[in-house]
């Protein structure tokens, strides 16, 4: 659109008419929901728009009356501050309710951390407390910088589990850099019995469940998860959008389309295969 006006000038048209043109880009820009999606974050988000997560943002413009521009990213790390707070997108789906970064909608789903197991192996785990996963020789796989690995620590199990973590990571460095591991790599581990179990986050994992040839088991890991020092370590999340934290008007009109489409919503996510739990609805900054 300022591409465009600056073309304009440089032809030399009237201001009337550059006036007039000027009004049109604006109303066209403010007809576009512009989406912070992830260019490569399958089973959330892709260029080719096969995400759940994209299927979600075409319910929302469509209920907002507005076309949907994806503005796509590849570092999850910088998308806040890249992105959201320099106005390139101006809303962020997926997002944890108690990120400060950004200011929230009212949770649209609710779900956890699953165990994810070979039906035909009798695998029967749901918490971090239980025996088997302090086995030595119970093989279980976690993405790294995540709730699962925090709790191979608590448990003294990360040692056992190291090779695998390097091979996830293919045997580069974390430090001070992203390293991509697919959460796919995980489920097929379990089909192929590399790995006794996975630990993930529901919504990334259900897709591949589902499609495995051979049956698997999501157990949603309970919430007692705990550090040696008694802190808490989250395993069920209530899930939100996130708008730039001047933006009161973009969130209060998602709060509106995430209660009135809520059934299209939910639908989306059933059929994603995500284990749904009741939400609680908190107000922004209670």
């Known amino acids: 659109m ?24 604006v109303q066209a820009q403010a007809e576009d929901l512009n989406v912070c999606a992830g260019q490569d974050e399958m089973p959330f988000s892709n260029k080719n728009k096969e995400g759940f997560e994209n299927a979600l943002a075409e319910v929302v413009g469509k209920a907002m009356n507005r076309n949907v521009n994806f503005v796509f990213w590849s570092d999850p790390r ?24 950004m200011l929230k909608t009212d949770p649209y ?11 035909d192996r009798g695998i029967d785990i749901s918490s971090w407390n239980d025996d088997l996963l302090k086995e030595r020789n119970f093989r279980i796989g976690v993405l790294p910088d995540s709730p699962g690995k925090v709790m191979l620590l608590q448990i003294n199990r990360f040692d056992d589990m190291f090779d695998y973590f390097a091979e996830l990571q293919q045997y580069q460095s974390t430090r001070n850099k992203f390293v991509k591991v697919y959460p796919d790599r995980l489920v097929k581990d379990v089909e192929t019995k590399y790995i006794h179990s996975s630990m993930l986050w529901a919504p990334e ?31 069920h999340y209530q899930i939100v959008m996130g708008v730039r934290k001047d933006d009161n008007a973009l969130r209060d009109e998602l709060n509106r389309v995430i209660h009135e489409k809520k059934a299209e919503i939910d639908a989306i996510l059933k059929q994603e295969g995500i284990p749904l739990m009741a939400v609680t609805n908190t107000k922004e900054g209670a």
């Open 78 to 101: 910088y998308v806040v501050r890249d992105y959201l707070d320099k106005k390139k997108c101006d809303v962020v789906l997926g997002a944890d309710e108690t990120d400060p970064r």
């Open 205 to 235: 994992a259900a897709r591949y469940v589902r499609a495995s040839k051979t049956p698997l088991k999501m157990q949603i890991v309970n919430d007692d998860a705990v550090k040696s020092n008694g802190q808490k370590v989250p395993m």
């Open 2 to 25: 300022h591409s465009n006006k600056y073309q304009l000038c440089k032809l030399g048209l009237s201001a009337a008419l550059f006036g007039l043109l000027g009004i049109g880009s």
């Open 109 to 119: 789903y609710k779900t956890g951390y699953v165990f994810i197991t070979r039906e």
